[in-house]
């Protein structure tokens, strides 16, 4: 029983990043197989407008805006801001040429990993977790065995907890990043 969240629900999480990343490069490839690399060049573009899109979400949470379901919204955030990052992905492709362009990546990549582990590892977390006190409590365990029992549970959801402080200042640094990046590339482009 201890530890289960570590099999259950961190190491999912964890393979699903490694999906993505997975995903991104296989696409570079076949992009590059397919001698159209340029195309990865403007995914960039639709990358960008989708993760701002999953955006409605937050600004719904915050009360900014007052359309659209919060429940209907956040399975659209997830959705869009993981196919926005896959774009994205598959934009910076494996070319290690502009530094600033690859710290938005990482900003990006670091604010995915927070965002799933709000949708992976949090809420399924608690419903575990509780389910497995609550089969506990049916087997007659008192408080002190149930807490000894959950103790590497309980210390590993405290854990997952402490993602929501630091959620929206890695989306602050990603935007601030991202939009420097696409400044940069206004600036510099050829546009002849």
């Not at 296989?26 to 955006?55: E, F, K, M, Q, Y």
């Not at 494996?94 to 530094?99: E, G, Q, R, S």
């Not at 600033?100 to 582990?117: E, H, T, Y």
């Not at 590892?121 to 506990?136: D, K, S, V, Y």
């Amino acid at each position: 029983m201890q530890a289960r969240l570590l099999s259950r629900e961190v190491l999912p999480f964890f393979l699903s990043l490694l999906a993505l990343g997975a995903l991104a490069l296989l696409c570079d490839a076949a992009l590059h197989l397919l001698n159209a690399v340029w195309i990865g060049r403007w995914l960039g573009i639709p990358g960008t407008l989708l993760i701002l899109a999953s955006l409605a979400y937050s600004l719904r949470k915050r009360k900014v805006i007052r359309w659209g379901q919060p429940a209907k919204l956040l399975r659209w955030h997830e959705f869009m801001a993981w196919a926005g990052s896959l774009l994205v992905l598959v934009h910076a492709g494996i070319h290690f040429n502009a530094i600033l362009a690859w710290l938005a990546v990482w900003a990006m990549l670091i604010n995915v990993a927070s965002g799933l582990s709000g949708k992976y590892l949090l809420e399924r977390a608690r419903r575990r977790l509780e389910a497995a006190r609550q089969q506990m409590r049916v087997e007659g365990l008192n408080a002190e065995q149930l807490a000894e029992r959950s103790y590497w549970d309980s210390l590993t959801f405290d854990a997952v907890k402490q993602w929501r402080a630091v959620h929206f200042p890695i989306t602050l640094a990603f935007a601030v990043l991202a939009l420097a990046h696409i400044v940069a590339v206004f600036l510099f482009w050829g546009w002849k």
